[in-house]
């Protein structure tokens, strides 16, 4: 479909209508739970763990001196993208290329389709076992389609569709190749970590966020956890092991108003609008 329309929904240019994941989908179910960002620091530590990540965003971010806006703006135009209109989802996969233009320096670039899709391979697998762990199962097909539906959204952001694996099964390998070969953190991929688990927020002690290294580790995998030197001991264990048999009855208990995330329930809002015009 050619041509752009209108802000109330229809489809941007380049974005045939098909490809967008909507209501009833499998990435609004997951990507509606707030309790997903308890796997951010996961992703985050998966992604800085390749050397050319870390590299970009040690020279070329804002980290280090705002690191809750950093994450804010992140979070928005993630969100943006699953739960906008297609006006919507255009203009955030716009915003984030152009941010990615200028990220360029000695042995990396950020347009390099291969770092972005190392990125986004960590978003995806974070946030299925994110929801698994603390929110509920998913089957094995629910997951299959939960990755086939962040192709397109992959696509806008210039990674080429057959740099992705064609399956679930396959994309697991490629976690797997990608943690055994050139996904292990340097100096500086460790120095971004020890922010992203003790980020500089004005007078508040680093030790106020000793419960995110519980979650953290647990969701990691082990030799990630290792590399970063996160503890992994018998108390640790047994934290990890509590959260993820209380969370999910507790936020099954949870009002939508709370658990959801606002673009979420903004997204479902509008939709059951549209619904109810149309009868």
Do not use: C
């Not at 099964?169 to 797997?176: H, I, K, P, R, S």
């Not at 658990?259 to 509008?270: G, I, K, M, Q």
């Amino acid at each position: 479909m050619r041509g752009e329309r209108s802000e109330s929904g229809r489809i941007p240019r380049g974005i045939p209508s098909s490809s967008l994941a909507g209501p009833g989908s499998i990435s609004w179910r997951v990507n509606r739970e707030a309790a997903l960002l308890l796997g951010g620091a996961r992703a985050l530590l998966m992604q800085v763990a390749h050397p050319k990540v870390a590299a970009g965003v040690a020279d070329h971010s804002d980290f280090e001196h705002d690191p809750l806006g950093r994450l804010n703006r992140t979070l928005e135009l993630s969100l943006a993208l699953t739960f906008g209109t297609p006006a919507e989802v255009r203009r955030a996969a716009e915003r984030i290329n152009r941010t990615h233009r200028r990220v360029t320096g000695p042995g990396y670039r950020a347009l390099d389709p291969e770092l972005l899709l190392w990125v986004d391979a960590t978003l995806i697998d974070s946030a299925l076992l994110t929801y698994r762990t603390f929110v509920g199962p998913l089957s094995r097909a629910e997951a299959e389609s939960y990755y086939q539906e962040a192709k397109p959204i992959g696509g806008l952001l210039g990674i080429p569709r057959h740099l992705y694996p064609a399956t679930l099964a396959g994309f697991e390998g490629y976690l797997e190749r990608m943690l055994a070969g050139p996904v292990q953190p340097d100096e500086i991929g460790r120095r971004l970590a020890r922010l992203v688990l003790r980020p500089r927020i004005g007078p508040l002690p680093g030790d106020a966020f000793a419960p995110l290294d519980v979650i953290t580790a647990g969701l990691l995998p082990e030799g990630l956890r290792k590399a970063y030197g996160l503890p992994w001991g018998r108390p640790s264990r047994a934290l990890f092991r509590a959260a993820a048999a209380v969370l999910p009855a507790l936020l099954k208990a949870t009002p939508g108003r709370l658990r959801l995330v606002p673009p979420a329930r903004l997204a479902e809002s509008r939709t059951n609008a549209t619904h109810s015009a149309s009868t």
